[in-house]
């Protein structure tokens, strides 16, 4: 779905109307959406600001966690929400580090937030799946899902990964959840010392 034709449908806006504001007929809206014709660059920026959205979401095809962002910035503007403090995450990217995440006073903010995040985990975990066509650590991946499905909230699950993110440089040294983590990663990294891992 093109960008416009999503957002217009977010928004509850009907053709009519937009051409209305653009100062154009209606069917140049309906040959835009049906991507029989671009939309005029001169309209872009029009658009951004008529709506709040960088022009960029318009005139393309959006992901699901696209979606999710244009749907955060439309929240932004209706509820207007305000920071009420931040929290320190952990993100991973081209640089994996802490970084300070906003908690608004609008629980419908931070609830998108989170659904954002967890979107790019989806695809992050579908990218990984996907890296080669016949993956030899299938089964590795089903264990994962596994352990998420039945024990994800056990304290010993959490802790190892988080000493394989620090053995596999994954995670800054800097970067520990609790005091007594140190602790369990040395004893755990004698044991993959001595199986040569």
Same mark, same amino acid.
């Given at each position: 779905?093109?960008?416009?034709?999503?957002?217009?449908?977010?928004?509850?806006?009907?053709?009519?109307?937009?051409?209305?504001?653009?100062?154009?007929?209606?069917?140049?809206?309906?040959?835009?959406?049906?991507?029989?014709?671009?939309?005029?660059?001169?309209?872009?920026?029009?658009?951004?600001?008529?709506?709040?959205?960088?022009?960029?979401?318009?005139?393309?095809?959006?992901?699901? @966690? +696209?979606? #999710?962002?244009?749907?955060? !910035?439309? /929240?932004?503007?209706?509820?207007?929400?305000?920071?009420?403090?931040? $929290?320190?995450?952990?993100?991973?990217?081209?640089?994996?580090?802490?970084?300070?995440?906003?908690?608004?006073?609008?629980?419908?903010?931070?609830?998108?937030?989170?659904?954002?995040?967890?979107?790019?985990?989806?695809?992050?975990f579908k990218e990984a799946l996907?890296?080669?066509?016949?993956?030899?650590?299938?089964?590795?991946?089903?264990?994962?899902?596994?352990?998420?499905?039945?024990?994800?909230?056990?304290?010993?699950?959490?802790?190892? @990964? +988080?000493? #394989?993110?620090?053995?596999? !440089?994954? /995670?800054?040294?800097?970067?520990?959840?609790?005091?007594?983590?140190? $602790?369990?990663?040395?004893?755990?990294?004698?044991?993959?010392?001595?199986?040569?891992?």
């Amino acid at each position: 779905m093109l960008g416009l034709e999503y957002i217009l449908g977010l928004y509850n806006m009907q053709h009519i109307e937009l051409a209305e504001k653009l100062g154009i007929k209606k069917q140049n809206i309906n040959l835009w959406i049906k991507g029989k014709q671009n939309i005029p660059k001169k309209y872009l920026p029009v658009l951004e600001e008529l709506f709040g959205i960088d022009k960029e979401y318009f005139i393309k095809e959006l992901t699901e @966690i +696209e979606k #999710l962002e244009i749907q955060k !910035e439309k /929240l932004k503007k209706d509820l207007k929400p305000v920071i009420k403090n931040h $929290e320190q995450q952990f993100m991973i990217g081209e640089i994996n580090d802490l970084v300070e995440v906003p908690i608004y006073d609008k629980e419908e903010i931070n609830t998108i937030e989170r659904n954002i995040e967890k979107a790019k985990l989806v695809s992050k975990f579908k990218e990984a799946l996907d890296i080669v066509d016949n993956n030899p650590y299938m089964d590795t991946y089903k264990l994962i899902i596994e352990l998420l499905e039945k024990v994800q909230h056990e304290v010993v699950l959490h802790k190892t @990964i +988080e000493a #394989l993110a620090h053995y596999y !440089e994954v /995670l800054p040294d800097w970067v520990v959840s609790e005091p007594e983590q140190e $602790e369990f990663e040395e004893e755990i990294f004698e044991v993959f010392d001595d199986h040569n891992f």
